[in-house]
């Protein structure tokens, strides 16, 4: 079925750096969105792309289909940016399914 | 704007009681909704998904039901709980492409 491989589990920046987040797909997805955990627990959507790349302030994410991945790259890291990220993705089989990557937890440090 | 809420923020109860948990969204029509669940460190998964009134699909059989009696209501319900049922609980909405989410519902059973 369709599942959704998301690297690395945790990951540790230091403030000004930058590194990438990536999710694997084992079937062609349809779109995807990256979210942000708030404190509460639930989830506050970063972006949402159905092809190619998106930018958004130190954020910028991309989309590949075909070769089945998406990333979000972080840059010039804050540390207001600690915490868990996760993707999402759209089945291609149709309907409305939505799979989610099992998170990536980021701590961003002085 | 659109606003979404979930009720109640939070619930104990016993395993074998019924469970009703509800989600409003306010300032969309017709929305596509969705129920998601978090067990306590795992993964968020899709529970079920409605693109219009009276309609429902399930996703994952977890020994619960859904009702959308409304546009902009959607309820998740169960007549016996379980200890499994135990998690967070994401009611979403989305116009057709980009998924926001409600605050959640903490439940344990216990």
């Known amino acids: 079925g369709d599942q959704v491989e998301q690297s690395p589990s945790a990951l540790s920046l230091h403030e000004g750096t930058g590194s990438a987040l990536r999710c694997n797909f084992t079937t062609t997805m349809r779109a995807v969105q990256w979210f942000r955990k708030n404190s509460r627990g639930s989830l506050i959507n970063l972006f949402y792309?159905?092809?190619g790349t998106k930018e958004n302030g130190r954020l910028k994410s991309a989309f590949d289909s075909k070769e089945r991945y998406s990333t979000l790259h972080i840059r010039d890291a804050q540390l207001e940016d600690s915490g868990t990220y996760f993707c999402a993705a759209e089945s291609g089989t149709g309907g409305y399914k939505v799979v989610f990557g099992s998170g990536t937890r980021l701590l961003v440090s002085p | 704007a659109q606003t979404i809420h979930q009720w109640p923020v939070a619930e104990i109860k016993a395993v074998g009681s019924p469970l009703s948990l509800g989600c409003t969204i306010k300032?969309?029509?017709?929305?596509?909704l969705y129920w998601y669940w978090q067990a306590t460190g795992g993964t968020l998964q899709q529970l079920f998904y409605?693109?219009?009134?009276?309609?429902v699909e399930s996703v994952v059989q977890l020994n619960l039901s859904a009702s959308r009696p409304k546009d902009d209501q959607f309820i998740l319900s169960t007549e016996k709980l379980l200890l499994s049922h135990s998690g967070f609980y994401l009611c979403a909405w989305s116009p057709g492409d980009t998924q926001y989410f409600g605050p959640g519902t903490r439940l344990l059973v216990l």
């Open positions: 300032g969309k029509s017709s929305p596509n």
């Open positions: 409605s693109i219009t009134v009276g309609q």
């Open positions: 792309l159905a092809s």
